[in-house]
């Protein structure tokens, strides 16, 4: 980017700040739908937690169901199976 003719200091950080959050959203989200969370309730649960979900759910999957509408015991359990969290 630095190379492109026009892209100067501001924006070269605007768009690297953009690409930074667009990949922290796909990590996140790529991580809990290959743990068997559906897309929809994924992404719900990382515009909850932001660029903090995967850190978050892999220390306590069972916090969501307390702080994201809509996650129950069952998806929480889930996934921490998934996790090797043990019962």
Same mark, same amino acid.
């Given at each position: 980017?630095?190379?492109?003719?026009?892209?100067? &200091?501001?924006? *070269? &950080?605007?768009i690297?700040?953009?690409?930074?959050?667009?990949?922290?959203?796909?990590?996140?989200?790529?991580?809990?739908?290959?743990?068997?969370?559906?897309?929809?309730? /994924?992404? +719900?649960? *990382?515009?909850? *937690? !932001?660029? *903090? /979900?995967?850190? &978050?759910?892999?220390?306590?999957?069972? +916090?969501?169901?307390?702080?994201?509408?809509?996650? !129950?015991?069952?998806? /929480?359990?889930?996934?921490? &199976?998934?996790? /090797?969290i043990?019962?």
């Amino acid at each position: 980017l630095k190379e492109v003719p026009g892209i100067g &200091k501001e924006r *070269y &950080k605007r768009i690297m700040e953009s690409w930074e959050q667009h990949q922290s959203s796909h990590d996140a989200l790529l991580f809990l739908t290959s743990r068997g969370v559906g897309f929809s309730l /994924a992404n +719900r649960i *990382y515009k909850h *937690y !932001g660029e *903090y /979900a995967v850190d &978050k759910l892999t220390t306590n999957p069972y +916090r969501m169901m307390d702080e994201v509408e809509g996650v !129950g015991f069952q998806t /929480a359990d889930n996934l921490a &199976k998934h996790l /090797a969290i043990e019962e």
